[in-house]
């Protein structure tokens, strides 16, 4: 029988250090021992590097055995549960369950139904997570380890609360637009929300009111809605545009005429609007325009109630409400001597200020939504806006406010070629809105709104610091911050 060479590696080394010559029948083990030693030596090496990656990753990473043991726990354990890894390798998952070091375990729930599971946790540190536990099973089908990932996902519980009370504030402050009529003014601005506030305290009352704002802004929608909250709600609603008349006319217009009080005058006569409102609400729109001369009438009725139809003597009383709007600095006016301070005085009772569209970035998301479901409606579409599109959209000027967006979403429902609208699909002529102050460069509608975004982003982190408060002023979530940031370097 023959005798086999029982070697051990302490021997070997032994002898290699003495120098002791090894027999020939030898060295094929020593040569097998030696490619052991350097495949242990790159195993060793590869399970270090990843340790090294598993330790490297911001979520944890939890192994455990079919029998339960954590075998393997990421060092980022600690900025979950805030106790470091020993805690739980080689400590059985039910007995932390058990001791309460773990709330509720995913990996058992994983372990018994042999299936992925998912679950969010709170930890006791306030830390909300999502964990996904997976079975890994053997050649046999048996189940062999258990791999837990959990995420942190503490920022997006609290943006998902943020966006939350967002639409409830959106919610709170269209109660009143939403019940006037087809008539709505949709904002989430705080300057926009204290004026609708205002408008709505004010509506029962019968003081006169002074709307001032851009064109486009909506003065006319909030006049009718300040209107449709009133007492006066049943009762006509006349609204005067004093810049769209002439002035040889608008006193006709306003006041009516008796029997031939001018030359074509119709042999009846004509009730004017002051007396078509009696009962309801007087808007005067662009009151800025109306000639010196006619303004002394005005205030005349706003004083007494009465007025005089041209080429009439008699006196008549209405019962009107007055609403007056302009766009223009009246003080600016009174001082140039165009307009009559005591009318100012008379109509400025209740001011009430509409910010323009570029001043409420975070409105304009609200409108592009709001007017992208009018048009699909009306025109049977279904048009819709990827978020690059709507970032575009936002981030223009918008010089006519409300009145040109409407205009623009009108335009690209009935003119889009596919249903969903790219931010490389949005029209050109949007360019002179985008940089109203520079001189354009021909490039890529892309690359330019790249750069404009790195400009602005660059500005509001200087200014703010945080993504919330970044996310805040420009009017978007701030996922859509994080991600920018980080898309341009900027972090």
């Not at 369950?97 to 994983?110: D, F, L, P």
């Amino acid at each position: 029988m023959k005798q086999t060479s029982n070697i051990s590696m302490q021997n070997v080394f032994k002898f290699l250090n003495k120098g002791v010559e090894v027999m020939p029948e030898h060295e094929r083990y020593i040569e097998k021992i030696n490619l052991l030693q350097q495949q242990l030596e790159s195993a060793q090496e590869k399970i270090k590097e990843l340790t090294h990656v598993l330790n490297s990753t911001y979520d944890e990473i939890f192994v455990t055995a079919a029998n339960g043991q954590v075998l393997f726990v990421s060092e980022s354990c600690e900025h979950f549960t805030g106790l470091p890894p020993e805690a739980f390798i080689n400590k059985n998952i039910y007995e932390l369950v058990e001791k309460e070091i773990i709330k509720e375990s995913v990996t058992i729930k994983a372990m018994e139904t042999q299936k992925i599971q998912s679950l969010e946790q709170q930890y006791p540190n306030g830390k909300t997570v999502l964990a996904t536990a997976k079975p890994v099973f053997d050649e046999d089908g048996k189940l062999f380890r258990v791999v837990c990932n959990s995420r942190d996902i503490s920022e997006l519980v609290e943006m998902k609360r943020q966006l939350s009370e967002i639409h409830s504030n959106q919610q709170e402050s269209l109660v009143m637009i939403e019940s006037a009529g087809k008539q709505r003014f949709i904002t989430q601005s705080k300057n926009m929300i204290s004026t609708l506030k205002t408008a709505q305290k004010v509506a029962p009352l019968d003081s006169s009111i002074f709307i001032h704002g851009e064109s486009g802004v909506g003065k006319g929608v909030l006049a009718r809605i300040i209107h449709e909250h009133s007492p006066r709600k049943t009762k006509p609603f006349v609204q005067v545009n004093c810049g769209s008349i002439p002035d040889a006319l608008l006193e006709s217009e306003l006041f009516g005429y008796e029997a031939g009080a001018f030359t074509g005058a119709n042999r009846r006569g004509k009730p004017g609007l002051v007396e078509t409102a009696d009962g309801g609400t007087l808007f005067l729109d662009e009151i800025g325009e109306m000639p010196l001369e006619l303004q002394v009438k005005i205030l005349h009725l706003v004083q007494e109630k009465s007025f005089k139809k041209v080429g009439g003597i008699r006196e008549k009383q209405v019962d009107i409400r007055i609403i007056s709007a302009t766009n223009k600095d009246l003080l600016q006016m009174i001082e140039n001597k165009t307009f009559r301070q005591d009318l100012y005085y008379r109509l400025h009772v209740v001011p009430l200020k509409i910010p323009p569209l570029r001043e409420r970035k975070q409105d304009i998301l609200a409108l592009t939504d709001y007017f992208l479901e009018k048009f699909n409606t009306k025109y049977g579409q279904q048009i819709k806006l990827v978020e690059n599109a709507k970032l575009l959209i936002q981030l223009q000027e918008w010089r006519g406010n409300i009145r040109e967006l409407e205009n623009f979403m009108e335009q690209l429902v009935v003119t889009a070629q596919k249903s969903t609208i790219n931010m490389e699909d949005l029209p050109f002529t949007m360019d002179h809105r985008f940089y109203p102050e520079k001189s354009l460069q021909i490039m890529p509608l892309k690359k330019a709104v790249e750069e404009t975004e790195i400009q602005i982003l660059s500005n509001a982190l200087s200014k703010y610091k945080t993504t919330r408060k970044i996310a805040k002023a420009l009017g978007v979530n701030q996922t859509t911050i994080m991600r920018k940031l980080h898309k341009y370097n900027l972090t």
